[in-house]
T-cell receptor, first 116, second 113 residues
Framework: GAGVSQSPSNKVTEKGKDVELRCDPI?????LYWYRQSLGQGLEFLIY????????KSGLPSDRFSAERTGGSVSTLTIQRTQQEDSAVYLC??????????????FGPGTRLTVT | GNSVTQMEGPVTLSEEAFLTINCTYT??????LFWYVQYPGEGLQLLLK?????DKGSNKGFEATYRKETTSFHLEKGSVQVSDSAVYFC????????????FGSGTRLQVQP
């Protein structure tokens, strides 16, 4: 079956503009994660959706970042008023989740965001 | 809080050399431990995992043993190949609460023919 897909693969935007990044998880996966990979910060968690529960937003770096997951499937990460420090690769991952410790998170190819 | 510390790279080895990439962690409870690999131009892939103390994860000739007494999960391979050149990330997942992965900083491995 298809893996996790993300779009766009690359996005160049001007400082101050808003951007939307999309993630299509593996069908049937109830958990969805957003991470950010940047040179200065490594791989860091942003936000976590699990089923119908309220999302865990504890990793979002500022209130300019938000995300939603519609119908328990597709997710959109929105960055408002982008800043140069937002430049990074944004990774989405999905997994089955039922309380088990060992379900693998499958990662998408990422969206490379460059803020000029 | 939870954290993962990896040896800094880059690590440069000749083909068929022995590889060790050190990883230690700080966590409460009984986390699961993972090694992910990122090949050039590709996404993150799970390499191996271990879910409890003394478990050994293995895949593609790589091994790592979950050592609770030393809070370590070192990655080893007996004979590396050029195709193993990649960035390797150690990660943990808590057994309660948030299930997101906490990653180490990554170690770049370059294998020369």
């Amino acid at each position: 079956g298809a893996g996790v897909s993300q779009s766009p693969s690359n996005k160049v935007t001007e400082k101050g503009k808003d951007v939307e990044l999309r993630c299509d998880p593996i069908s049937g996966h109830t958990a969805l994660y957003w991470y950010r990979q940047s040179l200065g910060q490594g791989l860091e968690f942003l936000i976590y959706f699990q089923g119908n529960s309220a999302p865990d937003k504890s990793g979002l770096p500022s209130d300019r970042f938000s995300a939603e997951r519609t119908g328990g499937s597709v997710s959109t990460l929105t960055i408002q008023r982008t800043q140069q420090e937002d430049s990074a690769v944004y990774l989405c991952a999905s997994s089955l989740e039922s309380g088990s410790l060992s379900y693998e998170q499958y990662f998408g190819p990422g969206t490379r965001l460059t803020v000029t | 809080g939870n954290s993962v510390t990896q040896m800094e790279g880059p690590v440069t080895l000749s083909e068929e050399a022995f590889l060790t990439i050190n990883c230690t962690y700080t966590a409460t409870g009984y986390p699961s431990l993972f090694w992910y690999v990122q090949y050039p131009g590709e996404g993150l892939q799970l390499l191996l995992k271990a879910t409890k103390a003394d478990d050994k994860g293995s895949n593609k000739g790589f091994e790592a043993t979950y050592r609770k007494e030393t809070t370590s999960f070192h990655l080893e391979k007996g004979s590396v190949q050029v195709s193993d050149s990649a960035v390797y990330f150690c990660a943990l997942k808590r057994d309660t609460g948030r299930r997101a992965l906490t990653f180490g900083s990554g170690t770049r491995l370059q294998v020369q023919p």
